[in-house]
Every structure is written in structure tokens, then in C-alpha cells.
Nanobody
Framework: QVQLVESGGGLVQPGGSLRLACAAS????????MRWYRQAPGKQRELVAA???????NYADSVKGRFAISRENAKNTVYLQMNSLKPEDTAVYYC??????????WGQGTQVTVSS
């Protein structure tokens, strides 16, 4: 019933910016925690950023100061603003959402490629 759909990925040059969005459909309730993960070729999936329903945020050291996570609770949508992108940011980015009553869900992923 609940579905997470990511959008906004694509190809960008180093130093450029992208804005990812993840919309949760099928629920009128807000998720307690929404997160962005990424997985690069040959590497483990890693946590990039997280945000609570109250707006508290947390970032991986590798993206701190460059990425910003935000959410619109009324829409059950989370965003990831990605600035000063580097080739090492290239990965499939996945949205994750969880709530005490709603359970946990993963998006299908969106490809981000940073290359000159």
C-alpha cells in the first residue's frame, strides 16, 4: 500500500548540483524518520543523511557541508539537495522511511552520476 518513489537523479559535472525527492504515497500519516542511502559499484550501501519528523538532521562525514536533507511532512516527502558534487558521490541513491505504526519501506533507487 505504501510506496516510496525517488526522482531527480541524473548526470552532472563535478561541482554541480542535483536535488533528489522521495515521495511516500498510500498513507495519510507522517513517517518518524526518513533517510537517504547510497550504494556505489563494488561498495556497501551507506547512510548519507537522515531527518526526523521534528526536523532534526544527521549527515555522513563525507557529505556534511555539501548536502542538505529536508522534508515536507504534510506531503510525506523528503528531499536531498546535493551541492559541490564529486565523482565519488556517484551511486544509486535510495530513500528509506520508517514509522512506529507504518513500518519500514525502501524506494527503488535513483542513479546519480558525477562525471566530466
Amino acid at each position: 500500500q505504501v510506496q516510496l518513489v525517488e526522482s531527480g537523479g541524473g548526470l552532472v559535472q563535478p561541482g554541480g548540483s542535483l536535488r533528489l525527492a522521495c515521495a511516500a504515497s498510500g498513507s495519510i500519516f507522517s513517517f518518524n524518520v526518513m533517510r537517504w542511502y547510497r550504494q556505489a559499484p563494488g561498495k556497501q550501501r551507506e547512510l548519507v543523511a537522515a531527518i526526523t519528523s521534528g526536523g532534526s538532521t544527521n549527515y555522513a562525514d563525507s557529505v556534511k557541508g555539501r548536502f542538505a536533507i529536508s522534508r515536507e511532512n504534510a506531503k510525506n516527502t523528503v528531499y536531498l539537495q546535493m551541492n559541490s558534487l564529486k565523482p565519488e558521490d556517484t551511486a544509486v541513491y535510495y530513500c528509506y522511511a520508517s514509522g512506529a505504526a507504518l513500518g519500514s519501506y525502501w524506494g527503488q533507487g535513483t542513479q546519480v552520476t558525477v562525471s566530466s
